[in-house]
């Protein structure tokens, strides 16, 4: 199936429809804390995150605090996560650099995030939609997947397919668009079992399996 110009707007615009208005399912109340939870969600699910973060972030919830409790006592604190010991290395090292060098506060800028260690391209582009109003589209595992099974997007990397929905998206929608594809991917075109006889989009999708 090709997929055209014109089928790739009215994509948009039905998963707009079925996800208008929603947002990262990431619990935080600053920057900071955002920061780390992002962090955190590699390899992670988010239920499992916000587990960790409503445990942590009462006592830990500043760069200085964290960097007083050190490798182990960070290691203590997310030892339910996945990768809970590099994790907790990289953000000791962030917490250092953001006190040395940012006065503890988040970058606003995509140079400067992805210089601080655990920060790649999608954390990166997270903050700079969800923290600063920037227009980004930060490729997860969902949005990869579901990009590629509809073909709004091809790509072996995540750097392709967050250029390819960067042509293929308005640049208005591209924060937007990020979360409609998250959470379709959760909810509908799910990785082993995609619920294909349900889905909004079955007519259109070249992977269709109903």
Partial sequence: MRITKSMKKTMLERLEQCY???TTALTYSTPFELMIAVILSAQCTDIRVNIIT??????YNTPEKILELGQLGLEAEIHDCGLFRSKAKNILATCEKLCREYGGQVPDKFEDL?????VGRKTANVLLSQLFGVPA???????????NRLKLAIG???LAVEQGLMRAIPREQWS???HWLIWHGRKVCKAAKP???TCPLSDLCPSCKG
């Fill in 156 to 158: 072996d990397t995540p």
């Fill in 176 to 178: 937007d668009a990020h």
């Fill in 137 to 147: 589209i930060a490729v997860d595992t969902h949005v990869f997947r579901v990009a």
């Fill in 54 to 59: 409503a445990r942590m972030f009462p006592r």
């Fill in 114 to 118: 992805v210089q601080l260690p655990g």
């Fill in 20 to 22: 208008k208005d929603t």
């Fill in 195 to 197: 619920l294909c006889p």
